[in-house]
Every structure is written in structure tokens, then in C-alpha cells.
């Protein structure tokens, strides 16, 4: 009866879920996981944290076998630095590390072709083939890409914001909402804080759009529209390369989960003519998968 541990290590958060024989018994969140450069023991404390209290759900404190999905291990040498990084911690003898990209695949398509669209703090598409092969769009950081992403919705807030306050753009509610989840108590620390935050306190901003939104908010509505062009401009690249037989595509991260961008996505990437799948991947779920295999 192996334990097995999956892991989502994002830019917002870790999710560490534990399985035996099959089924889920834990699944536990902590903080964000991703691998940045020369931050690889960052990453890896925080993902050893996030499975430990997920052990502790069901009072084991070692694995039979881990399998981490992480954003920022493109490259082979984050990739070896986070698999050495977390084999020192001892939380299984059998580690291995892939990619979020990878991981989300399993979830929606096995081994199959298909077509992932990620939004979180960062976005990318990624289309699989038949024959395996990898085709991917966007993805490459908050200065060159996540078109879409909660990062680049949460600076557009910040930008509307201040073109409010010049009277350069139109009132809009966003400016209470983002000061209030910026703990601002006025714009010239709202000022302040927006030169020193981590993308992914930016992308914390997302939240107060969604919300704003919700509730009629002309300028939020526009921003909203204009995250749904940049992520459905990922997928549609990918599409002519699957030769008229346009596969399945499957959304996934955080941002994603949200209304009503959810529904604003799912119902633009329909009109490309591509069939979407009605659930919300759960890539924590696909590196249990690898785990089992």
C-alpha cells in the first residue's frame, strides 16, 4: 500500500495532495512553490512545508514516491537543483520533478492530444499531438509574456487606477477595490506600494477586478474582455498545427476559477470553433497520476 504525493507548486500557492491504493485521503495549501533563479531552497521549503502538513493528515511523515509539478523548471538545471533540494528533506525515496505543463496534461488528457489554456499569476497554452510533441505559446514571465494572467489583469487595475485619478480615464470602482486588497489607505501609498510588489502581490489585484466586475463595473468589464483576448490569442496559434482536427481544450489554474472570466473564456474559445471541456483541470490530480505510474 504505497503513499503516494503529488504536488502543484505555482506562482500563488502549493498544492500537496496524498493518496494511497488509488484514492485521495489529504490534500493540503501552502505557499507559492514556483522556481525562480537562484531561489530554488525558496521553492523547495515551500513545497516540503506544504507535503508535510499533508502527511500529517493522515499521520504518516514519509512518502513511497513524489512527483512534483512546478512552474519555472523549463530549464534542466532548475529542474536537478529542486529534485536535489527536496531529496535532502527526505520526504520520499523516490522523487521526481516535471513541469506544470505536464502535470495539467495528465489531468485533462492522459497521454492523449489536447490542449491546456493556464491562467494564474502567469498564463500560457500548451497543445499536445498524437505523436507527443509539444507546442507551446506564451508562458515566459511577467516582463515578456502571461498575456491574460493575474499579473498582467492585476497591472492593468493599477493602470486604470491612476488614469482615473488623472482624469486621463473614466471613475471607475476598481479604485477602492484595489486599495482596499493593496491595504492602501490612500493613492499616494497605493503609489508606493505598487513600485516595490512582488508580481505576485500584483496578481493579488485580479481578485479586486473579478469583484468589481461582478457587480457592473463598466471599466473592470473592459479588463475582464481584454484578458479574454490575450489568453484565447495563446490558443488559437496552435490550433492550424493539429491539421482540421481540432482538439479538446481543457483550462486550468487559479485565475481560471473565477467567474465570470471563467464562462467569458469558455464561451470565446468556443466561437474559434474548438469544443472545450466543461470541468476546470486540477493539475495536482495529474501529477498523482505520474505518481502511480
Known sequence: ????????AGGTKTVAAVAREGKELARETGPAGTVRPGRVLASATAISSTVRQALARISEIRADRLVVGAAGVGREEERNALH????AEG???????????EIALEDGFSKGPGIVLLAGTGSFAIGRHGDGSLHRQGGYGWQMSDEGSGYALGRSALHAVGRARDGRGPATELTAA???????QHFDELVRWSVTALPTEVAGLATAVLEVAREGDAVAEG????????LVSLVTPLLPGFQGNLPEVAIAGGLLDNEPLRTLAREALRAQGVKVMERTLD??????ALARE
Open 178 to 184: 484595489v486599495l482596499r486588497t493593496a491595504r492602501s
Open 223 to 230: 479588463l475582464l474582455q481584454q484578458a479574454v483576448r490575450d
Open 91 to 101: 520526504l520520499a525515496p523516490q522523487v521526481r520533478i516535471t513541469t506544470d505543463i
Open 84 to 87: 536535489a533540494a527536496l531529496r
Open 283 to 288: 493539475p495536482v490530480t495529474g501529477a498523482l
Open 1 to 8: 500500500m504505497s503513499i503516494l504525493v503529488g504536488v502543484d
